[in-house]
Nanobody, 118 residues
Framework: QVQLVESGGGLVNYGGSLRLSCAASGRLSEIVAMGWYRQVPGQERELVAS???????HYSEAVKGRFIITRGNAWSTVDLQMNSLEPEDTAVYYCHADAWRSDYVAYWGQGTQVTVSS
C-alpha cells in the first residue's frame, strides 16, 4: 500500500502562485510514476502533470509553461509549483501514484482545494 497526503491548497488571486506538496509513505519502492490531477464539479478528473522514475515529465496543454512538477528522493514527496494562476485553474487537486506489483495499481490522495479569484 501507498498513502498520499496533499497539502498547500488555498485561495490565491489571479496571477498568483501556490505550491502543492504530496507526502508519500508505505511501499515507495513500488512507485513508477506520480502526478497531479484536478477535478471541477460535474467534470471528469484530468491529468495536470506527471513525473516518471526516469525523471521525464508531462504537462497538460492548459498548464504547460506555468506549472512545474518535481519529486523528492525515493518518491517521498512530489510537489507542484503553480505560477500565473488563472480562475480556470480552480479545482480540487489530487495526488496520484502508479505502483507496480505484478500489475499497475493506482493510489490517490484525498485532494486539496485550489481557488483562484478574479
Amino acid at each position: 500500500q501507498v498513502q498520499l497526503v496533499e497539502s498547500g491548497g488555498g485561495l490565491v488571486n489571479y496571477g498568483g502562485s501556490l505550491r502543492l506538496s504530496c507526502a508519500a509513505s508505505g511501499r515507495l519502492s513500488e512507485i513508477v510514476a506520480m502526478g497531479w490531477y484536478r477535478q471541477v464539479p460535474g467534470q471528469e478528473r484530468e491529468l495536470v502533470a506527471s513525473i516518471r522514475e526516469t525523471g521525464d515529465t508531462h504537462y497538460s496543454e492548459a498548464v504547460k509553461g506555468r506549472f512545474i512538477i518535481t519529486r523528492g528522493n525515493a518518491w517521498s514527496t512530489v510537489d507542484l509549483q503553480m505560477n500565473s494562476l488563472e480562475p480556470e485553474d480552480t479545482a480540487v487537486y489530487y495526488c496520484h501514484a502508479d505502483a507496480w506489483r505484478s500489475d499497475y495499481v493506482a493510489y490517490w490522495g484525498q485532494g486539496t482545494q485550489v481557488t483562484v479569484s478574479s
